[in-house]
């Protein structure tokens, strides 16, 4: 089963009494981008867990280090 994305379109002109409104499905696997598809692999499922865990990681030891380097400047001996 796959997702579709209904574009739902609707026009109304001033000088005109009827009202033009046209639906139509898209498949989202045809009209996805290679970027959109490429996030929607990194972010889902076992491999977009792991990368969440790894990123969360990353952060931690960039602030870890930041405030090291940040405590050591504040707290240094004259």
Not at 27 to 53: D, N, P, Q
């Amino acid at each position: 089963m796959q997702l579709q994305d209904s574009g739902v379109q609707y026009s109304r002109w001033d000088d005109s009494s009827q009202d033009a409104v046209s639906a139509e499905a898209v498949s989202s696997t045809e009209e996805a981008s290679s970027g959109e598809r490429f996030s929607r692999k990194l972010c889902s499922g076992k491999l977009g867990i792991a990368m969440k865990v790894l990123g969360g990681v990353a952060v931690f030891w960039a602030v870890f280090i930041l405030g090291y380097v940040t405590g050591y400047f504040v707290h240094k001996c004259k």
